[in-house]
Every structure is written in C-alpha cells, then in structure tokens.
C-alpha cells in the first residue's frame, strides 16, 4: 500500500514569493491534516478536513495560507506572500475511522522542506 | 489535551533495552497515551498507545503507572535505526480524528 505522498520534497523562494505544496494521502482515508514543523519543535496543524470539508483551521494564519481538498482526495496548501518566518517542514498526514489497526492512526508524509529566503 | 514532559535527550546502547520515560500528571480518566516517533528527515510514525493497562506490540512496549500520572516507553532491543525523536502525546479519546498536539519529544540515540 503506497504512503501519503507529497511533493515537491524541497522548495526554496525568496520572501514575497508565493508557494505551493501538494499531498496525496493514502486511498480510502477521508481525514487529511496539514501540519507545520519549525526546527526543533514537534509538529503542529494547520488545517484538518473530512472529505472535502475543513472541519478545524483555527490554526491556519488565514491572511496568507489557504488550502483546498478538491473532491475530497488530493490537497493543496498554499501560502502567498512567504514570509522569512514560514521556513519549516510542512507535513501531510491522512487517517480513516478504520486505518491500520488503531482506530483514527495518522500516517504522515516526508513532509516539504521550504526555505524562504 | 494534558501536557505532557519528556527529557530532552537520551543514549541508549545498541543491542539495550531504551526506556523513555513521560510525565502526564494531570492526565484525566478519559485521555489515552499515544507515542510516535520521527527519524530524521521523514514524518511521525504511530508505536503505541493505551489507557491504563501495559501494552506491548511488534514494536515497543508500554508501561503505564497506576495512578496513570507518568508511563515509560520501552524498546527491548534498541538498533541504530531507532536513533528518532519520540513524542509521549496526551489525547482524549473521543478525540476520534482531531489533530495531534505534539511537544518537543525526547531525541534517543541509539550509540553503537
């Protein structure tokens, strides 16, 4: 069974640049979430859908990141202007009431490495 | 969620049993503890997770106190593809899908 993809692995932009990630989350499950990783710190999320419905972006810093999850399946999360402080690892998880043997375990992507510069 | 707190950094030598320790004292009685852990340069990988009972699994083993203030993740043989960061989480149970909160995790490195 293939893993929760994302892509590009690495980006890096000058500040004011806008930027795009990408995340197929593993068939079947209908929960995607996308977290921020800063160095050093545990993960935190941004946004968590079911199916195409962003049921928790308090997170999110709606002025400048905005995601979608178009027909439920694949997502983007965008983020227009970077800012020097959006430097960090953004990762794509997926779950399903059913996935693996633990009810609701999140599989997580390799994340996307962005620096902005 | 309850905080939990987690030492910083930790050695284990190859071929040891690594025992990772976490304070949860104000977990409440319906919150599990859940333990992931990220190798370098991948995403958080689920081990385990109980309520109040000892669990032990392919991977790891858990070790929950009885007044569930405090547990102990336990890797019986530790190699060097161990060597992670591991995040002791706190979460409710009807937390169904709801994110993560995780904190800074405890570096393990496994010395050969």
């Known amino acids: 069974e293939a893993g929760v993809v994302q892509s590009p692995r690495y980006k890096i932009i000058e500040k004011k640049q806008p930027v795009a990630f990408w995340c197929n989350p593993i068939s079947g499950h209908n929960t995607l979430y996308w977290y921020r990783q800063n160095l050093g710190q545990g993960p935190e999320l941004l946004i968590r859908?079911?199916?195409?419905?962003?049921?928790?972006d308090s997170q999110l810093p709606k002025d400048r990141f905005s995601a979608e999850r178009l027909k439920g399946v694949d997502s983007t999360l965008k983020i227009q202007p970077a800012e020097l402080g959006d430097s960090a690892v953004y990762l794509c998880?997926?779950?399903?009431?059913?996935?693996?043997?633990?009810?609701?375990?999140?599989?997580f992507g390799p994340g996307t490495r962005l620096t902005v510069t | 969620d309850a905080k939990t707190t987690q030492p910083t950094s930790m050695d284990c030598a190859e071929g040891r049993a690594a025992n990772l320790p976490c304070n949860h004292s104000t977990i409440s009685g319906n919150e599990y503890v859940y333990w992931y852990r990220q190798i370098h340069s991948q995403g958080p990988q689920y081990i385990i997770h109980?309520?109040?009972n000892n669990e032990t699994n392919e991977m790891a083993s858990l070790i929950i106190t009885e007044d569930r203030k405090s547990s102990t993740l336990i890797l019986p043989h530790a190699t060097l593809r161990d060597t992670a960061v591991y995040y002791c989480?706190?979460?409710?149970?009807?937390?169904?899908?709801?994110?993560?909160?995780f904190g800074k995790g405890t570096h393990l490195i496994i010395q050969p």
């Open positions: 998880a997926s779950s399903s009431r059913t996935s693996g043997a633990r009810s609701y375990e999140q599989y």
């Open positions: 989480i706190v979460r409710y149970s009807g937390g169904g899908a709801d994110g993560l909160t």
């Open positions: 109980g309520l109040k």
């Open positions: 859908y079911e199916n195409e419905e962003a049921v928790d």
